[in-house]
Structure formats: structure tokens, C-alpha cells
């Protein structure tokens, strides 16, 4: 059975780092294309990052460009986002999702997602 699980969410305050985790099990994620969404309540879905299993290129929302990096650790099977200098309005849940031949950041060309972990950006 493939799936995606996500850690790494928590309580942090403005300015403050965090770094989400999405690990792969039952399949290998060095053969997918790998995005970061979030939704915010009440909000649409937002694709956040992503990279590429070809040539590992990846792409940053304009709202996140600068703070956030995506890498991954094959060794781990894991996606990383690395998520600094956070802001209120970055507060969501946090997807993980994983396709073969992904549009970066549009979410109905993912087959697989995580269950999501919660961000909340707070003082």
C-alpha cells in the first residue's frame, strides 16, 4: 500500500522556524514528483512547493519564495520543506503529495497525498 506521512507541524511563533517531513512507504519518492500544498480554513487549496524527479527542479509559491526550501533525502525517502522566518498567515494544514508525471503545485494532477499536519503561526 502506498503512503505518505507527514510530520513536523507544531505551534511556533512569528519569525520562527519549522521543518515538515513527508516520508514515503510502499513506494520510492526519488521516482515522483513531490508537492507541498496548504489550506488555510475557509481557503482553497494553495500548491506552496515542489520538486522534480527528472532534474530536481523546484518551484516556490511567491508567497513563501526565500523562506521555504524543498529537498529531499533519498537515503531517508523523505521530502523535506524547510519553512523559516514564518508568518501568521502561513498557518494551515500541510500536504504532502506525490505523482509520477505531476503539474508542479496543481493539486488534481497528485495521485497520492498525506493525511496533512497542522501549522500554526502564533504569538
Known amino acids: 500500500q502506498l503512503q505518505l506521512v507527514e510530520f513536523g507541524g507544531g505551534l511556533v511563533q512569528p519569525g520562527g522556524s519549522l521543518r515538515l517531513s513527508c516520508v514515503g512507504s510502499?513506494?520510492?519518492?526519488?521516482?515522483?514528483?513531490i508537492g507541498w500544498f496548504r489550506q488555510a480554513p475557509g481557503k482553497e487549496r494553495e500548491g506552496v512547493s515542489c520538486i522534480s524527479r527528472s532534474d530536481g527542479s523546484t518551484y516556490y509559491a511567491d508567497s513563501v519564495k526565500g523562506r521555504f526550501t524543498i529537498s529531499r533525502d533519498n537515503a531517508k525517502n523523505t521530502v523535506y520543506l524547510q519553512m523559516n522566518s514564518l508568518k501568521p498567515e502561513d498557518t494551515a494544514v500541510y500536504y504532502c503529495?506525490?505523482?509520477?508525471?505531476?503539474?508542479?503545485?496543481?493539486?488534481?494532477?497528485?495521485?497520492?497525498w498525506g493525511q496533512g499536519t497542522q501549522v500554526i503561526v502564533s504569538s
Open positions: 510502499g513506494f520510492t519518492l526519488d521516482y515522483y514528483d
Open positions: 503529495a506525490a505523482d509520477h508525471w505531476a503539474r508542479c503545485a496543481v493539486a488534481g494532477t497528485y495521485d497520492y
